[in-house]
């Protein structure tokens, strides 16, 4: 049976956000020259980092949350807490669809995974994947 989990603290979300102003340095964005950086913490205090990959057939792009999340899942780790994401833009951008689904995969109604979005002056928003994703799609 899975148990709600205690909400996170203010010093993880400043410590994931400078995971992910860290992770944005390796962005490869050649061709949108928009630079993402996120970090996916773990409940075993464990953090991943991912950075957009992008390619010249743009649609084999791969964003920053995806890839936090794929390295996290490839090292073992499919209870995550709270992902950060952080990208080059003035003005704040949260995480696009597909990247959304992808969070919702390792999400719950009871353990929502929290997602906190930043802009490249620091100003952030703290939400949950059910604000972002009512509804979410699930088979399991
Ligand atoms: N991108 C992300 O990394 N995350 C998102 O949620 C949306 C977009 C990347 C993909 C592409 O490399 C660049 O931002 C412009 O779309």
């Known amino acids: 049976m899975e148990k709600a ?13 400078a995971e ?7 962005a490869y ?3 949108s020259n928009f630079s993402v950086g996120a970090a996916a913490l773990c409940s075993d205090g ?9 390619n010249a057939s743009y649609g084999l792009t791969v964003c920053a ?33 597909a990247c959304r689904q992808v969070i919702a ?4 109604a009871i353990a929502p995974i929290t997602v906190i ?4 002056g620091g100003e ?6 059910a604000d972002l994703l009512p509804g979410q799609f699930t088979l399991l």
């Open 5 to 17: 989990r205690p909400p996170i603290t203010p010093q993880q979300i400043d410590n994931l956000r």
């Open 20 to 26: 992910a102003r860290g992770a944005r340095d390796a």
């Open 29 to 31: 964005c050649p061709y």
């Open 46 to 54: 464990s953090i991943f980092r991912g950075c957009n990959v992008e």
């Open 65 to 97: 949350e995806r890839s936090a999340i794929f390295a996290a899942v490839s090292a073992g780790h499919i209870d995550i807490v709270a992902i950060a994401l952080v990208s080059s833009a003035i003005k704040l951008a949260r995480p696009c669809g």
């Open 105 to 108: 995969e390792f999400s719950s």
């Open 117 to 120: 979005s930043e802009s490249l």
């Open 124 to 129: 952030h928003v703290v939400e949950t994947l």
